[in-house]
């Protein structure tokens, strides 16, 4: 996977830009193929792995890792950075997102 990162505060925006579309694909009841491929195209999903831990009846997602390739940089489409990357395994199929704190 080759991600040129800008230098300094550009860096720290465009990484808080890609997080935002991430995040803004869908939370509570995570499937990660299916929410990553609705808002970012499909086989998206096919770039997304999730981590995830039993808390008693419940499967919680621990880590969401996406691969990313071409250039990070303010006002990149997050969709194409994500349809470019290699798929990877998807570790857990689904799982809850837990609100912060509230495990």
């Known amino acids: 996977m080759l991600l040129r990162r800008p230098q300094g505060q550009a860096y720290f925006s465009a990484s808080l830009q890609a997080l935002d579309a991430v995040n803004g694909a869908g939370v509570a009841d995570f499937r990660a193929a299916r929410v990553s491929d609705q808002a970012f195209g499909a086989g998206a999903g096919e770039r997304v792995q999730m981590q995830c831990k039993g808390d008693g009846g419940r499967v919680l997602v621990q880590d969401i890792t996406v691969t990313l390739n071409g250039e990070l940089t303010e006002g990149a489409d997050i969709g194409a950075l994500i ?21």
């Open 83 to 103: 349809l470019a990357g290699d798929p990877q395994s998807a570790g857990c199929a689904e799982g809850v997102i837990d609100p912060a704190g509230l495990q």
